[in-house]
């Protein structure tokens, strides 16, 4: 799938976002996530459009970020935060 900017990234996020809510346990670094997490025709694509889309998916709150010793990052779905009672 070749970058068109904008609207590619939107795709790749709404791709993200239909896996994390149908798997909401998984968790993976960027390149896992572009080889397993989307379809076909989108895991080929370039790999800024799936930072981008991993980027603003974690500023919105979907996804969360877990920076790891050796610099990888794993992404995974948002979790609510407990509230304190």
Same mark, same amino acid.
Request: aromatic share 4%; glycine share 10%; net charge negative.
């Given at each position: 799938?070749? =970058? ?11 791709a993200?976002?239909?896996?994390v809510l149908?798997? /909401?346990?998984a ?6 996530i572009q080889k397993?997490w989307l379809? /076909? !025709? ?7 459009? %799936?930072?981008a889309?991993l #980027?603003e998916?974690h !500023? #919105? &709150? %979907?996804? =969360? ?5 050796? &610099?990888? %990052?794993?992404? =995974?779905?948002?979790? /609510? ?5």
């Amino acid at each position: 799938m070749p =970058s068109d900017g904008r609207g590619a990234v939107d795709l790749v996020a709404g791709a993200i976002r239909a896996y994390v809510l149908a798997h /909401p346990g998984a968790a993976d670094n960027a390149a896992g996530i572009q080889k397993w997490w989307l379809p /076909p !025709d989108m895991a080929n694509g370039p790999t800024a459009d %799936v930072d981008a889309a991993l #980027a603003e998916l974690h !500023d #919105a &709150g %979907v996804l =969360s970020e877990l920076r790891l010793p050796d &610099g990888n %990052v794993v992404y =995974s779905a948002q979790r /609510p935060r407990k509230l304190k009672q």
